[in-house]
Nanobody
Framework: QVQLVESGGGLVQPGGSLRLSCATS????????MSWYRQAPGKQRESVAT???????AYADSVKGRFTISRDNAKNTVYLQMNSLKPEDTAVYYC????????WGQGTQVTVSS
């Protein structure tokens, strides 16, 4: 059974930082491309960051220079370090694993507010 479990979300003030984690099980993690997506209320889900099996990374323009995606194949976990958070980063953040098919986590809420 495949599971992706996100954690690390919460309430943070503008300019603050959070680190999201997505722990996986039931997949051969090292061969999967891993991504973080987010969905704000009333908006479509959008890609935030991706890391390939060879650790190449890509970011949405809106988060470049502020967010960093990384992976630990020994722990079957992908991370999203989020710095300089803005109110517009408020959303539910989801991780996705992609190889032959996609698997999604249940999401974790990130709220940036003073």
């Amino acid at each position: 059974q495949v599971q992706l479990v996100e954690s690390g979300g919460g309430l943070v003030q503008p300019g603050g930082s959070l680190r999201l984690s997505c722990a996986t099980s039931g997949i051969n993690f090292s061969i999967y491309a891993m991504s973080w997506y987010r969905q704000a209320p009333g908006k479509q889900r959008e890609s935030v960051a991706t890391i390939t099996s060879s650790s190449n990374t890509a970011y949405a323009d809106s988060v470049k220079g502020r967010f960093t995606i990384s992976r630990d194949n020994a722990k079957n976990t992908v991370y999203l370090q989020m710095n300089s958070l803005k109110p517009e980063d408020t959303a539910v953040y989801y991780c996705k694993a992609l190889y032959a098919r996609a698997y999604w986590g249940q999401g974790t809420q990130v709220t940036v507010s003073s």
